[in-house]
């Protein structure tokens, strides 16, 4: 599927998203067809490493679309996330006027400020996307970045418009599919999630979970698998600082592979928890609390 069919069902936009080994289930697959559909951008919450950047990733491949990523983090602005200005190059093209005697021209500040010295950063890049096709825009981990970011926002998820100040009012022809990611440490406020619609990924059940490991390694051991799937399980509901998401599944899974492990025991659990677990805190506890296959 290259293009965004109108009448696509949740169905197929299932299928879709399985051949591109994402598994998703029903409630998943229902908002992002309504975010297609709608056009609405899709505001997805959950724990890391459970599938949220996937999602945009995915749904770039699938409908044959740029992926322009926006990584957030604290201190962002709209210089870094928007656009900003040349100034090197502005002010090499002054000297050049200057030499040749035209600085003081009516002409000479409207080409410093021509879009030629401008530095598309990745919003703006998605919204002056041309020629019918539009761009997967990826907004990650947007709990990263300041609240003032945040609230800067709302005007280009509302009507998908940049305003700059020396050009004018850039709008998107059409919306861009814009997924926004979110590992909720802190709270995103309710004036952009109204903008969004929203979805919370929660850590796979084992059947999901097995399915996913499959998809990603189809020649994994099946008796390696199911005790990988299940020893991670049981992970998650341990008291652990950080409990192992979907991607840490998936590393583990390759790792064990890569040692030319058939099934799990518990020399090679120990050897290998740093793979799975990313705190020391957790992995002692783990060692020390025994926990059984």
């Known amino acids: 599927m290259s293009t965004l069919d109108p009448l696509i069902s949740i169905d197929q936009l299932q299928a879709s998203l399985a051949d591109q080994h994402y598994i998703a289930g029903r409630p998943l697959s229902t908002a992002i067809y309504l975010a297609l559909k709608l056009q609405k951008p899709l505001f997805l919450e959950g724990e890391a490493g459970v599938g949220k950047t996937e999602v ?15 990584q957030c983090y604290e201190g962002l602005d709209v210089n870094m996330a928007v ?30 400020f021509a879009p030629e010295y401008l530095l598309k950063r990745p919003l703006l890049q998605a919204i002056e ?14 709990d990263r970045a300041d609240e003032e970011f ?11 418009q940049i305003s700059i100040p020396e050009i004018g009012t850039i ?3 059409t919306p861009p599919i814009v997924i926004i990611t979110s590992n909720r440490t802190r709270e995103i406020h309710d004036a952009l999630k109204r903008r969004c619609l929203y979805h ?7 059947e999901k979970e097995y399915e996913i490991v499959l998809a990603h390694v189809p020649h994994a051991p099946e ?13 998650r509901d341990q008291e652990l600082y950080k409990a192992p998401g979907v991607a840490e599944t998936l590393d583990w899974m390759a790792a064990l592979i890569a040692l030319d492990q058939e099934s799990l025991s518990e020399e090679i659990i120990t050897d290998t928890l740093g793979v799975l677990l990313k705190y020391q805190d957790d992995i002692t506890y783990v060692r020390a609390a025994g926990i059984k296959l």
């Open 56 to 70: 945009a990733k995915v749904l770039a491949a699938m409908l044959g679309r740029p992926l322009i990523r926006l």
């Open 200 to 206: 919370w990924i929660d850590y796979p059940t084992f």
């Open 171 to 173: 709008r998107a022809e």
């Open 83 to 112: 656009y900003e200005w040349n100034y090197a190059r502005q002010m090499l093209h002054i000297r050049l006027l200057e030499a040749a005697g035209k600085a003081e021209s009516e002409g000479a500040l409207q080409d410093i």
């Open 223 to 235: 008796i390696l698998a199911k005790e990988v799937v299940g020893f991670v399980q049981t992970l």
């Open 129 to 142: 996307q041309r020629n019918g096709v539009d761009a997967v825009l990826l907004i990650d981990e947007l």
């Open 150 to 160: 945040e609230a800067f926002l709302l005007e280009i998820l509302s009507d998908f």
